[in-house]
Structures are given as structure tokens and as C-alpha cells.
């Protein structure tokens, strides 16, 4: 097998993704992005796994542990964004970047010691 086919593969892909990263507002789609650049790299071990006629396949298992990885940060990284969603009404992380001036505390008033009042 050739390695250029695999890699020329993953080469598109990992663009493709790292485009939807940088261009993309919405954050399922950023998620979706960003999958498919962890799906190039999984490719890229696979292939490089097979053409180096590895014994422990490596490559294979790191596969493995990167797609265990994935699943657990689209499971949080979805879990948020719904979150998100609920609350605001829109997923654009334009919008997302107003969340720590929408508190009370970035009106500059002091917030109450609630140490000493726990103490008393």
C-alpha cells in the first residue's frame, strides 16, 4: 500500500476541519470541525500503523484511545453547548464571549465576604 493516498487523505480532511474551526460561528459546527481533524489524525495512525509493519500495532491503539477521547469531548463539549443554547437562545460563540461581562460582578460592585459570614 501506498502511504502518499492515506496521507493526502488525511491532509484534506484535517483541512477541512481546521477551515470549519476557523471559519464557523456555530458551535455544533465548530464540535463537527474539530472531529473530523481527530478523524485525519486517527487516519494518518492507521496508515502509518500498517506501513511501518508495526508488531504492537501502535498506531491501532492510540487510534483506539484517541476516538475514546473524542467521544467523551463531544459528549461534554454537546452537553454545554445545549446548555448554552437553553439559556440564550442562539449557539454563536460571537455571542458566548459577552458571558463574563453579563455578571455582576464585572459592574464593579464588590461582592459580599461570604467567608466571614460561613465563620460567624
Known sequence: MHLAYPAVLAVLLFCTGLYGVLARRNAILVLMSVELMLNAVN???VAF???LRDTLHTGQALTLFTIAIAAAE???GLAIVLLVYRNRGSSDIDRLRDLAEKTGAADGDPQPD???EAAA
Open 49 to 51: 500503523d500498517v506501513w
Open 114 to 116: 461570604t467567608t466571614a
Open 43 to 45: 487516519l494518518n495512525l
Open 74 to 76: 463531544i459528549g461534554i
